[in-house]
């Protein structure tokens, strides 16, 4: 079950490799097993990256095309999918249905289900729990955060390619007594799943000139009130990056980058 | 700079494909860059993975032999070697000495530079910023830690082999005034390089015999009162693995451990 799934990136891009006298010295050390924290998982339609100490993801990637986004297209029917447990995540680190159970806490999609409508099977897999955060429900999965999601749904209706993606993030606050800076979050169930403090949500749009525009939202997990603005959310993206612990559409050639958070660059 | 390293565990044990379907789909959907949580870093005398969220280890790998340990081939001298920031580590998620300099907390190696003083080189390796972690200083790093280290080294000295697994862990506590469980760690520095809440080293033991012994301990990161036992910090590994988010010493066969923590088996 430890097996390193994420070693398979390197089908997709070559990498470094350390000297063959620390691999070899390396294969000696590590004899009994070698663990790996995050887990790679490929759905049909989607990519993401689960993180097996908060059981969640680390983060979704997307691809929307217009053609995929196509109302007239839907073929499926949200209330044919139902909520999966992912049995290839090993039980010590799977998320389960029992600890969303009177948590308090929505079943919140990364990945949203309304992205892939043009498929029965392919929404059903936006249902695996890796896919899943506990999220508010009023006021935030069941309000602004689907608004984003239907934000993201028209750019991607007039874009040739859109890459989204989705996290969730455990910001350090303040504390008012001691002045010192703490990570504090709540976790449910008996398989300790990790309320996340804020969710972001990075668009990455290329127009019909092959050009590139970028917007990267934060919304805090909780209760926003009704009719506020999405573009009160837009932030930096390295601080997303820094916070999250890895870089974001870091390929992208940065002379097709014109805009960024809506300002021209 | 988001090259994952972690790919290349699969030069040392072949892992499970997806099929051509779903990694050529994947190559579409992550065509702007491949972020890695996660990272793999190889030294000559020891494994460890990164976490580049925390600013801390996952786990730190060290296998010892009596010859490593033997006093009368000690080649090293600890006032030597400095502390040094690894610069193979993105800026985003490096941690420094400024962030620990009026922490209040130690600068605590995770593989521990007294079992590498056999060479000054792989000595100083230990002293990378990737392999310490924030410890409270007085009764933990300089105490019991400390301890904890030199028993280790007493266990080195007398057995074929000794596999040494060590890690940071954040663990959830009930909130006496709500009654739900949250993870609260401090994060220190301009890097918000995580506190953790408590540290683990596991021991994997093989004797002259090939039979294996497994010990395995949590404490917390706090002052502990002198003269406590290390034996009360004994804990089921399956505690660490699931708090910790992977598996330990998985590859072992099963047949020839013959001790947990104390008691035969
Ligand atoms: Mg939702
Ligand atoms: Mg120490």
């Given at each position: ?98 600890d969303y159970k009177n948590s ?143 870089l974001l559409f ?16």
């Amino acid at each position: 079950p430890s097996t390193p799934l994420s070693s398979r990136t390197d089908l997709l891009f070559p990498s470094q490799t350390p000297g063959n006298n620390k691999l070899q010295r390396a294969s000696e050390i590590m004899r009994h097993g070698y663990p790996s924290s995050d887990q790679l998982k490929h759905y049909d339609n989607y990519v993401l990256m689960y993180d097996r100490r908060n059981r969640n993801a680390y983060w979704v990637f997307e691809h929307l095309t217009p053609a995929q986004l196509d109302r007239d297209k839907k073929q499926s029917d949200r209330t044919k999918s139902v909520f999966l447990e992912d049995a290839s995540v090993h039980p010590y680190f799977r998320s389960t249905n029992g600890d969303y159970k009177n948590s308090g806490y929505d079943r919140g999609h990364l990945a949203a289900a309304g992205n892939h409508r043009h498929s029965q099977e392919y929404m059903n897999q936006t249902f695996h729990l890796t896919n899943i955060s506990p999220q508010v429900g009023k006021g935030f999965n069941r309000d602004i955060w689907n608004d984003l999601e239907k934000y993201v749904r028209s750019v991607g209706r007039k874009s040739r390619n859109l890459y989204v993606c989705t996290g969730p993030l455990y910001l350090p606050r303040k504390d008012p007594y001691d002045g010192k800076q703490y990570v504090k979050y709540e976790v449910i169930g008996k398989n300790n799943v990790a309320v996340p403090t804020h969710f972001f949500k990075v668009l990455l749009i290329e127009d019909n000139q092959g050009e590139f525009e970028l917007q990267s939202f934060v919304l805090p997990n909780q209760e926003i009130p009704n009719g506020t603005k999405l573009r009160n959310f837009l932030v930096p993206i390295d601080s997303i990056e820094r916070a999250a612990g890895f870089l974001l559409f870091d390929r992208l050639p940065k002379e097709k980058l014109r805009s960024i958070n809506g300002k021209k660059i």
